[in-house]
């Protein structure tokens, strides 16, 4: 089967420690792998990049055309991805910009790439400008080297905890600039209704799938081996529920935060941080002590075990 132009620009990228030729050489290009919006099937794509500060900025040009790129609608609907420039590997929200502060890096991209204009002028379509923020929030105190299933847990929980944070300050922002809106002439309130969506999606979908792993994979196996807890795994399944319904709440409650009031709103969403957190922290309390020595990555079964076993002695919990 012929290997397409894009699959050959991987390759190299990944050979050559991010320098490629062709049309791209002596550019900024990176990889993004997104997740399909229909298929939920990974999809990498080559594409140029800018720098702004610390930032990097993706424009879905297209060349022109009069549709947004496939990347760009993936992205609106999984917005963690995973970025690839030169050796480094990490993950990425992305957040397209809004209203003043898109038209600002649109104009300071084409300052770095003039091409973009001729892109913009190609089509009536608004070019997206996207913001590659990295995953980990800022002031991001993770658990240091994760060694162990423990350490991955707790690498989980404080992303998700500091995105809780950051749907709060940007929450708070939205109103800020909402109430100095006061008429004609003033200026407009900043955009941050895609920046507060992508950032509720994306922990409404890291904290399913956290779940969906913990309830399909992780208790059966500590369960296998720690019987007496039945009943905490009892109640943590039915919190995951009752989790379940709070994500809902929460994108609804962020939904209408244009038209809500803020002292109402503030007043839902810490009931809801405070019921996550509560949540997280039985978690942490109950599971870690018995993840502590559970080797993380995974440590795969070997082929040929000295005394002639099979090697998956440890198969079970270090799936």
Request: overall charge negative; proline content about 8%; glycine content about 10%.
């Given at each position: 089967?012929?290997?397409?132009?894009?699959e050959s620009v991987i390759e190299e990228f990944r050979a050559n420690e991010g320098k490629v030729g062709g049309p791209f050489e002596g550019g900024d290009l990176l990889l993004l792998t997104t997740t399909g919006a229909r298929?939920?099937?990974?999809?990498?794509t080559p594409l140029g990049y800018v720098r702004h500060g610390e930032l990097l900025l993706l424009v879905g040009s297209n060349l022109g055309a009069p549709h947004h790129p496939g990347w760009y609608h993936n992205l609106l609907a999984h917005p963690v991805v995973r970025v690839e420039t030169g050796t480094r590997t990490f993950q990425a929200l992305a957040v397209p910009a809004e209203g003043a502060r898109r038209d600002e890096l649109f104009a300071h991209a084409v300052r770095s790439a003039p091409?973009?204009?001729?892109?913009?002028?190609?089509?009536?379509?608004?070019?997206?400008?996207?913001?590659?923020?990295?995953?980990?929030?800022?002031?991001?105190?993770g658990p240091g080297e994760v060694r162990t299933l423990a350490d991955k847990v707790m690498e989980v929980h404080t992303w998700l905890r500091g995105q809780l944070r950051h749907v709060r300050a940007e929450a708070d922002a939205h109103f800020a600039g909402r109430a100095?809106?006061?008429?004609?002439?003033?200026?407009?309130?900043?955009?941050?209704?895609?920046?507060i969506r992508q950032r509720c999606l994306a922990f409404c979908q890291a904290?399913?799938?956290?779940?969906?792993?913990?309830?399909?994979?992780l208790f059966p196996g500590i369960a296998r081996h720690h019987p007496h807890l039945g009943d905490t795994f009892v109640r943590l399944l039915d919190e995951h529920r009752t989790v379940g319904r709070i994500?809902?709440?929460?994108?609804?409650?962020?939904?209408?935060?244009?038209?809500?009031?803020?002292?109402?709103?503030?007043?839902e969403l810490s009931a809801m941080e405070e019921e996550l957190n509560a949540h997280l922290d039985y978690e942490e309390e109950t599971l870690l002590p018995?993840?502590?020595?559970?080797?993380?990555?995974?440590?795969?079964?070997?082929?040929?075990?000295?005394?002639?076993?099979?090697?998956?002695?440890g198969e079970d919990t270090a799936r």
């Amino acid at each position: 089967m012929p290997t397409s132009f894009n699959e050959s620009v991987i390759e190299e990228f990944r050979a050559n420690e991010g320098k490629v030729g062709g049309p791209f050489e002596g550019g900024d290009l990176l990889l993004l792998t997104t997740t399909g919006a229909r298929s939920g099937a990974e999809r990498t794509t080559p594409l140029g990049y800018v720098r702004h500060g610390e930032l990097l900025l993706l424009v879905g040009s297209n060349l022109g055309a009069p549709h947004h790129p496939g990347w760009y609608h993936n992205l609106l609907a999984h917005p963690v991805v995973r970025v690839e420039t030169g050796t480094r590997t990490f993950q990425a929200l992305a957040v397209p910009a809004e209203g003043a502060r898109r038209d600002e890096l649109f104009a300071h991209a084409v300052r770095s790439a003039p091409g973009y204009a001729d892109y913009q002028a190609r089509t009536e379509r608004v070019l997206p400008v996207v913001v590659l923020e990295r995953a980990e929030p800022d002031g991001w105190e993770g658990p240091g080297e994760v060694r162990t299933l423990a350490d991955k847990v707790m690498e989980v929980h404080t992303w998700l905890r500091g995105q809780l944070r950051h749907v709060r300050a940007e929450a708070d922002a939205h109103f800020a600039g909402r109430a100095a809106h006061r008429g004609p002439g003033e200026p407009p309130a900043p955009g941050l209704g895609l920046q507060i969506r992508q950032r509720c999606l994306a922990f409404c979908q890291a904290l399913e799938f956290h779940h969906t792993s913990e309830d399909g994979h992780l208790f059966p196996g500590i369960a296998r081996h720690h019987p007496h807890l039945g009943d905490t795994f009892v109640r943590l399944l039915d919190e995951h529920r009752t989790v379940g319904r709070i994500q809902a709440a929460l994108v609804n409650l962020l939904a209408d935060i244009a038209i809500a009031e803020p002292h109402r709103f503030r007043a839902e969403l810490s009931a809801m941080e405070e019921e996550l957190n509560a949540h997280l922290d039985y978690e942490e309390e109950t599971l870690l002590p018995l993840l502590a020595d559970v080797p993380w990555p995974p440590v795969p079964p070997s082929n040929a075990a000295p005394d002639g076993g099979s090697g998956a002695a440890g198969e079970d919990t270090a799936r």
